[in-house]
């Protein structure tokens, strides 16, 4: 964890879609974010239906930009395929320091977030010597 936040190849994302097929599951519509254990376990995640994150092999070795890019991609897919609320999604994706690092500051949430951070994104954090080093690569 990261000043409180996890780190995006540390965390594992846990839902269950809003979806005809899981009508009686009492976690249908739910997301949640937290650690993959030391131990490489995720136990916690149990009750939902889906999980995504550093709980795959090839997820736990990302960093950067790719890392950036593959938790957007995931926000998107528990939205837009399994019906989650966009807000339930960022609630939970703002425990994650590369998320609040590269959304906007504005956003709800955030600025709070950012005040755990050690130092603050630089206003080009995408494009240049950003936030996470050089070309968004981590520092």
């Not at 990261?2 to 846990?14: D, P, Q, Y």
């Not at 070795?61 to 790719?66: D, L, S």
């Not at 994104?121 to 690569?137: H, K, L, Q, R």
């Amino acid at each position: 964890m990261s000043a409180g936040l996890f780190r995006a190849h540390k965390v594992t994302i846990a839902w269950t879609p809003n979806a005809e097929p899981y009508r009686d599951d009492r976690t249908r519509g739910q997301v949640r974010v937290g650690p993959l254990g030391d131990d490489g376990t995720f136990r916690w995640s149990v009750p939902y239906a889906m999980t995504t994150g550093a709980c795959w092999t090839n997820r736990d070795r990302m960093r950067g930009v790719k890392s950036v890019c593959q938790l957007l991609l995931d926000f998107n897919t528990l939205v837009v395929r399994d019906g989650i609320d966009p807000q339930a999604v960022h609630r939970e994706f703002l425990k994650v320091a590369e998320y609040v690092a590269y959304i906007s500051r504005d956003t709800d949430g955030v600025a709070e977030r950012l005040r755990l951070l050690k130092r603050k994104p630089e206003p080009n954090a995408w494009w240049g010597s950003g936030w996470f080093g050089a070309a968004g690569e981590q520092a």
